[in-house]
């Protein structure tokens, strides 16, 4: 996600807009990116939002999913005021429940319960508004269901618009107001039409323009940007290389020149030369104004001794907003001085989805490369060290690292990879290099394919590729004689902060691997 100023009444003039309320399921940016892959503008809040302290009305409004249950004393609820502002609703799993609990329908906990795929069969009633939202898409249709709880009794004047063998109302519609509730996720690619339930809704029903395009955000944007800070006001924003900030770093000096300053945060867990690279490609490349901050010494002082990958989070977030505030009030009084601060101006912040960015970064002419270039995590390779972080660990991994991304794009195969990473991890095995036993350290190699990082596959490397790659780090990395490859999907997997993984050996296999 990048984020970008705006005022919040122009973007809602300007745009038709669908709001999502999330009540924390893990989906829930999955309904923003399906809405704007339709050209539909969506903005996600939290389900508690008030309609009240929204100053724009929506075309329309769904209801995401939740891991809570609608009738615990603890779970959300929505805003009363939502059903009586008139525009067209869809619940999806939680937000069908949702719907119910609030018009007097019945919600329990169902004997069986429903995780993966189902055929759902739809029911037509010669009713323009129930019939409106499966319009089209046949009789039956797979999707994926991920629910505990189900209707037991339909709120009054709706109808079951479609069923499951175990789940009676799967899908329901109110007969003559524009509302909906699903009990399966729409937004996953795991439901095949899916998409088209979606546009079914926002399209047709809600009746959005399909206008939302980064070609007409881009004008808009800087236009807005030049509103919010006038024609001496100045922005202080952090950088790092990655395709978020350097878009939103390069919009900002398309719109305000130099009167944009970035500052990157050299938190010595960076990958191999990486602050010298975004440096030279920011300032001399895109000619960004840019500030580099070496606090290496600082993060690695107070990363000593800690193991724990979310306490190593805590403490690389609280020293990057340290350092970063600091050097900001030097810049900014070096401003004062200068007497060139303008007046001080606020705006709300947009968020864009990734592919979104890309598709931005490119209208921008930022390189190819940079546009495509892999998600890299804010505390960097600090969690990918699994175990203490020192100068000696963060070397270890910077080079492997290293080697892993040049080979893959020597083979042409960088593209086709969503993610890909090395791990340090914290086992040593002993091996043989040369004539002389060795017991040394264990590379784990990870690369996924995937359309949203909700789920990911490992991705399949020729075996040769893979070769080269554990031939080069054995040899050329001090301190490493195995490379495995993790062969997890996610779920259950995710990030390098586990070693409870399948891992495949790629070197000589007459070695044995000590857990420490």
């Not at 339909?154 to 789940?167: N, S, W």
Request: glycine content about 8%; overall charge negative; some cysteine.
């Amino acid at each position: 996600i990048a984020w970008f100023p705006r005022t919040m009444s122009e973007i809602h003039d300007q745009f038709d807009t669908i709001l999502i309320l999330d009540f924390g399921s893990q989906y829930s940016h999955l309904i923003t990116r399906r809405c704007r892959e339709l050209n539909v503008y969506a903005e996600l809040m939290p389900c508690t939002t008030l309609l009240k302290d929204i100053h724009f009305k929506p075309k329309g409004i769904i209801l995401s999913g939740s891991p809570y249950s609608v009738y615990d004393s603890d779970a959300p609820h929505v805003d009363p005021a939502v059903f009586d502002l008139g525009v067209p609703i869809l619940g999806i799993c939680y937000g069908l429940q949702e719907i119910a609990w609030n018009l007097k329908g019945e919600v329990t906990n169902c004997s069986h319960r429903e995780y993966g795929y189902a055929a759902i069969e739809m029911s037509r009633f010669g009713n323009g508004t129930a019939d409106a939202l499966f319009e089209g898409l046949g009789d039956e249709m797979q999707v994926w269901m991920s629910h505990g709880d189900q209707l037991q009794r339909l709120p009054p004047d709706f109808h079951v618009i479609g069923c499951t063998k175990t789940a009676p109302f799967a899908a329901v519609a109110h007969d003559s107001k524009p509302i909906y509730g699903i009990q399966f996720h729409p937004e996953v690619t795991h439901s095949p039409r899916g998409k088209e339930v979606m546009s079914r809704f926002v399209i047709n029903i809600c009746g959005c323009r399909t206008n939302w395009t980064m070609e007409e955000f881009i004008g808009k944007e800087i236009a807005r940007i030049r509103e919010i800070c006038g024609p001496r006001g100045r922005v202080i924003g952090a950088v790092s290389g990655g395709v978020d900030s350097t878009v939103a770093a390069k919009l900002m000096h398309e719109a305000i020149g130099d009167r944009f300053h970035a500052i990157m945060v050299d938190n010595g867990v960076l990958r191999l030369n990486e602050a010298k690279q975004v440096e030279e490609m920011l300032k001399q490349n895109l000619g960004v104004n840019l500030t580099v901050v070496d606090a290496s010494d600082l993060f690695i002082a107070r990363l000593h001794g800690v193991e724990d990958p979310e306490q190593k989070r805590k403490i690389i977030g609280n020293t990057f907003i340290n350092v970063f505030e600091a050097e900001a009030a030097n810049i900014e009084a070096a401003a004062e001085e200068e007497a060139e601060k303008g007046a001080e101006s606020k705006g709300k912040i947009e968020w864009l989805l990734q592919d979104e960015v890309r598709a931005l970064g490119r209208l921008l002419s930022i390189p190819e490369p940079l546009v495509k270039r892999h998600p890299f995590p804010g505390p960097g390779l600090a969690i990918r060290i699994l175990g203490p972080v020192t100068r000696e660990q963060v070397k270890i991994l910077q080079q492997a690292d290293s080697i892993y991304i040049e080979e893959i794009r020597k083979a042409n195969l960088y593209d086709q990879i969503s993610q890909a990473f090395a791990v340090l991890l914290p086992v040593k095995a002993v091996g043989v290099m040369g004539d002389k036993r060795t017991y040394e350290q264990v590379i784990a190699l990870r690369a996924v394919t995937s359309e949203d990082f909700m789920t990911a596959d490992w991705y399949v490397f020729p075996a040769e590729v893979l070769r080269r790659i554990s031939s080069r780090i054995t040899n050329e990395v001090s301190g490493i004689n195995r490379v495995t490859y993790d062969i997890s999907s996610k779920p259950p997997s995710v990030g390098p902060s586990s070693v409870k993984r399948l891992w495949l050996c790629l070197n000589a296999p007459y070695q044995t691997v000590e857990w420490l």
